[in-house]
Nanobody, 127 residues
Framework: QVQLVESGGGSVQAGGSLRLSCAAS????????MGWFRQTPEKEREGVAT????????FYADSVKGRFTISRDNAQNTVYLRMNNLIPEDTAMYSC????????????????????WGQGTQVSVST
C-alpha cells in the first residue's frame, strides 16, 4: 500500500522557518522524483520544488527560490522541504508527491505526472 505522510506544518510569524517532512512507503522511493506542492482554497495547486531520484538535482518555483530547500534521504524514504523567511503568501496546504523521472524537474512542477500524493500538512504564516 502506497503512503505519503506529511508532517511539520504549523503556524509561524513572518520571517520564521519550518521544515516539512514526507515519509514514503509502499513503493521504490529512490526510483522516483519527488515534488512539493501547495494549495489554498482561492488558488490552483502550485508546484513549489522538485528533486531528482538520487537527490542531486533540484528545481524551484520563482516564488520560493532562495528561501526554500528541498532534499531527500533515500535511506529513510523521506523528502524534506526547509522553508525560511516565510511570508504570509506562503500560507497553504503543502503536499508531497511522487512521479517517474521521465520529465525535466521544471516540467514536474506541474502536477500532471504524479502517481502518488500525500494528504498534506497546513502551513499558516501571520504578519
Amino acid at each position: 500500500q502506497v503512503q505519503l505522510v506529511e508532517s511539520g506544518g504549523g503556524s509561524v510569524q513572518a520571517g520564521g522557518s519550518l521544515r516539512l517532512s514526507c515519509a514514503a512507503s509502499g513503493f521504490v522511493f529512490n526510483g522516483l522524483c519527488m515534488g512539493w506542492f501547495r494549495q489554498t482554497p482561492e488558488k490552483e495547486r502550485e508546484g513549489v520544488a522538485t528533486i531528482s531520484a538520487e537527490g542531486a538535482v533540484t528545481f524551484y518555483a520563482d516564488s520560493v527560490k532562495g528561501r526554500f530547500t528541498i532534499s531527500r534521504d533515500n535511506a529513510q524514504n523521506t523528502v524534506y522541504l526547509r522553508m525560511n523567511n516565510l511570508i504570509p503568501e506562503d500560507t497553504a496546504m503543502y503536499s508531497c508527491a511522487a512521479a517517474p523521472c521521465r520529465w525535466p524537474l521544471r516540467t514536474l512542477l506541474k502536477d500532471d505526472h504524479y502517481h502518488y500524493w500525500g494528504q498534506g500538512t497546513q502551513v499558516s504564516v501571520s504578519t
